[in-house]
């Protein structure tokens, strides 16, 4: 008698998996999705799924980071070549109110929809997106300081302070994005946002600051 060939763990695609996963939690939440909900989007069993991602809260930080990673890659592809804070700014934006209203994909940013308030009992899944929109954040600060260091924004450019805006401005188009404003409405708020570090370039030849552009 022949010895059963012991079972091996299903192969599975784990980018398609937790895209699929990610799709659920942000349009519905983290908290109102059920594990056998995902599994059944991700198309594993509930074994795979804590095999790979170690729990639902695990699936939830690999599903944001991957969020962050494709805005990396968008942002990669527009930014070379544009050499002004503020049009580097404008170029974001831009992918801003775009991705929030994506023809066939959930509304908004994930990171701002996926959990913005749940349950004591899932509090670190608000943490974990906390975590992650600080490393968002830390994008536009960067961009914002290299500005002041390259002479393109005065010296005292307020820029922890305008990185606080800018975010909130974000966060503002999320949940605009959510309510059903269509995607011009979405880039004029940008535009009038960016218009506030736009104050603060530093003047050439005594010339006054130019406006921001029409996203």
């Not at 908290?31 to 095999?51: F, K, P, T, W």
Request: charge should be positive; include cysteine; hydrophobic fraction near 45%.
């Amino acid at each position: 008698m022949t010895a059963r060939p012991r079972g091996r763990p299903r192969v599975f695609d784990r980018e398609m998996a937790v895209r699929s996963a990610q799709r659920l939690i942000w349009q519905h939440g983290f908290e109102a999705m059920s594990l056998s909900q995902l599994e059944d989007a991700m198309g594993i069993r509930r074994s795979s799924l804590y095999s790979a991602f170690g729990s639902k809260l695990g699936l939830l930080g690999e599903a944001a980071d991957l969020y962050l990673a494709d805005f990396a890659k968008q942002r990669d592809k527009v930014l070379p070549g544009i050499r002004s804070t503020l049009g580097r700014l404008e170029a974001m934006f831009g992918l801003f109110a775009t991705n929030f209203v994506a023809p066939g994909g959930p509304l908004g940013c994930f990171l701002c929809a996926a959990a913005h308030s749940c349950s004591n009992e899932n509090a670190e899944a608000v943490n974990m997106l906390v975590i992650r929109r600080k490393a968002f954040a830390e994008v536009i600060r960067a961009e914002l300081e290299a500005g002041v260091q390259s002479g393109e924004f005065i010296p005292d450019t307020p820029v922890a302070a305008l990185t606080d805006f800018l975010v909130s401005v974000v966060q503002g188009m999320s949940i605009g994005a959510r309510d059903g404003k269509p995607m011009e409405s979405l880039r004029q708020i940008a535009t009038f946002a960016l218009s506030v570090p736009a104050r603060y370039m530093a003047p050439k030849d005594a010339s006054p600051a130019p406006a921001a552009t029409a996203i």
